[in-house]
C-alpha cells in the first residue's frame, strides 16, 4: 500500500500517542502514591479555641506582631482545621510588625530583634501599638504572653497584664472565662507551666522556688510555682475546656534550660587572644595568685582562680551555695605582714590594706570559675568583660584611685558574675524539678480525660541534642543558625511554630482517628521563615 506523506505522519502520531497512553497507565501503579481524602475523625474543629501562653500568642524575636501573629501555631493548625470543617480564626492583632507597644504614647515595651549581620540586634523604630486601646470582636486565640498557670482564673487579670487587658470581655473577665465562653467544640492548651519556671531561669536563679507556699499571691515574678497550685490551676482549666464535651489537645512542658538563651553562651569565653584580656593576665594571676593562697589555707583550694595564657578560661561568678568566707578572708588578709607591700604594687599606700582586705573579702567570698556543669543566661554576653560602673564608682567612694577602682570591677574578669547571669546546677535542679511535676499532673490530666498529649518535652530533647526532623528540614536550637528558636533564644522562629504545629495535628491522628498526616496535609515547614527582615515594619 502506498502511503503518502501526510498520513504517514498521521499514522506515527496516532501510534506514539497509544504508546504514551499504554505507558502512562503501565506505570501510573508504581509512580504515583494515591492519597486517602482527609477526614476529621471524632474530632470536630468547626470552632477552635487556643489558651496558652507567648507559643500560642505567636511571640517570636522578643516581640509579639503582626506577622509572629499570623504564623503562630493554633492560626496554622486553624487553617488545616478548615478542610475540615473548621471556621474562622479571630486573633487579638497588633497594630504593626516593629513589635513592642506603647502606653499611653510612650515606648513601654522595646520593637523586635532583628539579625543584623552578626547577632540579635533591636529594630530601629518606634512601636505604634498602644495597648491600652480596647479591641473588640470574637477572639479564637488566648494565647497570653507572661500567663503563669495560676493567672487564667484571676478576675481582672487584663489589669495586670495589657496582652489580655486589651481583648479581656470585661474589666473582671478571666482568660479562663473568656475562652471558655466561645463554646469551642475542640482547643489545644499548650505551654501552661512554662511561665511558672522560666521567669526563675532567665533571671539566673534569683527568684524563689516556692514548693511548699501553696498562696501564689504571696509569690514574685521570678519564683517557680508549687506544683500543688500548678495542678490546680490546670486540672480546673482542663474541666472547664470540656465541660461542653470539647476534644482537644494538652502539651507537655519542655526542660526550657535546652532553648538558646541557655546555651550559647559558653562557660569559657575569656579568650587570651583578645587584646583587651589577653595582656592583663599575668596581672590577674598575680593579684589572684595571692587570693588563692588564702583559699589553700582555708582548705576551699577549689575556689582558686588561674587565667590561662593559651586556652580561653573559664568567668569568674558568685555561688550562693558556697560558704561565705568574706570575713576569713579579709581576716587571713588583715594578718598577712607582706600584704601591705602587695597593694602597693598597686599604687595603694600600706594604710589601705585594712581597706582592700576587706573589699576583697566581700567580694570574693562565695566566688568560683565557672565549669561546664553553669548555664550563662543569653544577655550575659553582652555584660561580660565590661566594666561595672556602679560598682567601680562605688570602690572609688571608698577610697580606691578611678583607675584601681575600674580594674576591680570588670564583670566575670575581677567583678564576679551576679546570681542573676548564671544557672547554677542546683537552680538548674529546681527547674527540672518543678517541671517534672507539672508533666506528671498534664499526663494524667489528659489520660484521665482521653485528651490527645503532645511531648514537647521530648521534642526538644531531641532538637537540642540530634536536632529535630520535619519534612525536609532538621531543626536544632543553635541561636540564628538552627532553624527552632527565634533571635531572643527563648521563642520559636515561624519555622518551628510550623513543626510544632505539625507536632499537634499527628497527635490528634492518634487519638481521634483524623488522618492529616496519611492524607499528605501537614505543613510544610519550608513555606515559613526563622526570621524577619528589618525591612518588615
Known sequence: MKMNFKTKYIWLAALCLTFAACSDDDNSGSDETVLPPLTAGEADFSKYVSVGASFSAGFTDNALFIAGQQNSFPNMLSQQFALVGGGSFGQPLMSDNIGGFLVGGNVAASPRLYFNGSGPAPL????????????????????????????????????????????????????LGDAVAQNATFFTLSEIGGNDVLGYATSGGAGVDQTGNMD????????????????????????????????????????????????????????????????????????????????????????????????????????????????????????????????????????AAPLVAGLLGQTYGQTRQANANDLFVLPSSSVIGTVNQQYASALAMQGLPAAVAGQFSVEGVTLPLEDKWVLIPSEQQAVKTATD????????????????????KSILVEASTTGYADGDFVLNTSLVTGGLCSLDGVH?????????????????????????????????????????????Q
Open 124 to 175: 530601629p523604630a518606634t512601636p505604634t501599638t498602644e495597648i491600652t486601646t480596647h479591641l473588640t470582636g470574637s477572639f479564637n486565640n488566648y494565647g497570653i504572653p507572661g500567663i503563669k498557670s495560676f493567672h487564667l482564673g484571676i478576675a481582672g487579670y487584663g489589669a495586670l497584664n495589657p496582652y489580655f487587658g486589651r481583648m479581656a470581655s470585661t474589666p473582671t473577665a478571666t482568660v
Open 437 to 456: 511535676a507539672y508533666n506528671a499532673t498534664i499526663e494524667a490530666v489528659a489520660a484521665n480525660k482521653g485528651l490527645a498529649l503532645v511531648d514537647f
Open 216 to 351: 501564689p499571691s504571696t509569690y514574685g515574678s521570678a519564683d517557680i510555682t508549687d506544683p500543688t497550685v500548678f495542678a490546680a490551676s490546670f486540672s480546673a482549666a482542663v474541666d472547664a475546656l470540656t465541660a461542653n464535651g470539647a476534644k482537644g489537645v494538652v502539651a507537655n512542658v519542655p526542660y526550657i534550660t535546652s532553648l538558646a538563651h541557655f546555651t550559647t553562651v559558653p562557660y569559657n569565653p575569656l579568650d587570651p587572644s583578645n587584646p583587651s584580656f589577653g595582656p592583663q593576665i599575668p596581672t590577674l594571676n598575680t593579684i589572684y595568685g595571692a587570693l588563692n593562697q588564702v583559699y589553700a589555707y582555708l582548705n576551699v583550694p577549689e575556689r582558686s582562680v588561674v587565667f590561662s595564657e593559651t586556652e580561653a578560661s573559664p568567668v569568674v561568678i558568685k555561688d550562693e551555695t558556697l560558704a561565705d568566707l568574706s570575713a576569713q578572708i579579709a581576716a587571713v588578709l588583715s594578718a598577712n605582714p607582706d600584704f601591705p607591700a602587695f597593694i602597693g604594687q598597686f599604687g595603694l599606700p600600706p594604710q
Open 492 to 536: 520559636l522562629t515561624a519555622r518551628g511554630y510550623a513543626a510544632m504545629a505539625n507536632a499537634i495535628l499527628i497527635a490528634i491522628d492518634e487519638t481521634y482517628g483524623s488522618n492529616f498526616e496519611a492524607s499528605g496535609n501537614l505543613i510544610n515547614v519550608g513555606d515559613f521563615p526563622t526570621n524577619y527582615p528589618p525591612t518588615l
